[in-house]
């Protein structure tokens, strides 16, 4: 089966009337973890966006090990769940804020990447996304967020 694109589904979904819509809504959530998660943070968290950040933060401190070594499929998973979470709220400060700290906490914790190029090769690429984000928000924070930028890029060398 093909998949309608997004402006067919569009106007499909406005000639819903609200039951079946929010039938639909249900359904689609009953599926999917993913699809429940994105809900939830449309409904209910989207309204306040720094805290959705401090949920977000809280969560990879918690995730990723307070000792000085990091295995390459927790940082895996890590950059996973925190891709996820981006996704859903789709703010470029949201993105910045929450890759810094990722990145911050590898410093504040001092976690060695040792000779696993793939976990140096993981925080280069962090860093190359937090450049590419900073560079579509205002000039303001571009500043900013550059300047809490400062002690996390050394640390890669």
């Keep these: 089966m093909k998949a309608d694109s997004i402006s067919e589904l569009k106007k499909t979904l406005k000639q819903l009337d609200h039951d079946d819509l ?3 809504c249900l359904r689609l959530a009953k599926y999917k ?3 429940k998660e994105l809900l939830t943070y449309l409904l209910k968290k989207s309204a306040d966006e720094q805290a959705y950040v401090a949920e ?3 969560e990879i401190s918690r ?4 000792e000085r070594t990091l295995h390459k499929k927790t940082m895996r998973k890590i950059v996973r769940l925190m891709d996820k979470w981006i996704r859903y ?3 470029k400060e949201t993105e910045i804020e929450v890759r810094i700290h990722f990145c911050q906490l590898f410093v504040d914790r001092r976690i060695e990447f040792g000779r696993c190029r ?3 090769n993981m925080y280069a690429t962090q860093l190359k996304k937090i450049d590419k984000a900073i560079e579509t928000v205002h000039p303001d924070l571009q500043f900013d ?5 400062d002690g996390i890029q050394e640390y890669l060398k």
Excluded: I, T, W
């Design 22 to 24: 929010l039938a639909v």
């Design 33 to 35: 973890v993913d699809n």
């Design 56 to 58: 977000v933060c809280d």
């Design 63 to 66: 995730e990723l090990p307070s």
């Design 89 to 91: 709220s789709g703010n």
């Design 118 to 120: 793939v976990k140096a």
């Design 145 to 149: 967020f550059r300047h809490q930028m």
